[in-house]
C-alpha cells in the first residue's frame, strides 16, 4: 500500500520494476546449459562471451559469476 505522502512501498517499487519476482537471469538457461557450464573450468567472462554466441545475449560476467561461484561450492564439497 502507498503511504500516505504519495510515496511507494517497498513491495511496491519491486513489483514494478522489470527483474521483480523474476529471480535470476541464470535461472532461465536451459538445463543442459548450465550442465556444460558446471563441467567446465571457464570463468564468468568465457561463460558470457560464449553464451552470447548461443544465442544468449544478455549474458554479462556478472551474471555468470552466479554459475562459477555454484560451480566452486560444488567442488569444495
Do not use: Y
Not at 11 to 38: H, S, Y
Not at 44 to 56: E, M, N, P, Q, S
Amino acid at each position: 500500500m502507498s503511504a500516505s505522502d504519495g510515496a511507494l512501498s517497498l513491495a511496491e517499487f519491486t513489483a514494478t520494476k522489470r527483474n521483480a519476482g523474476g529471480g535470476r537471469w541464470i535461472d532461465g538457461l536451459p538445463q543442459e546449459i548450465v550442465d556444460e557450464v558446471m563441467a567446465s573450468n571457464a570463468g564468468a567472462k568465457v561463460i558470457a562471451d560464449w553464451l552470447k554466441t548461443r544465442g544468449f545475449d544478455g549474458a554479462t560476467p556478472s551474471k555468470c559469476e552466479h554459475l562459477v561461484d555454484a560451480r566452486k561450492k560444488l567442488a569444495v564439497g
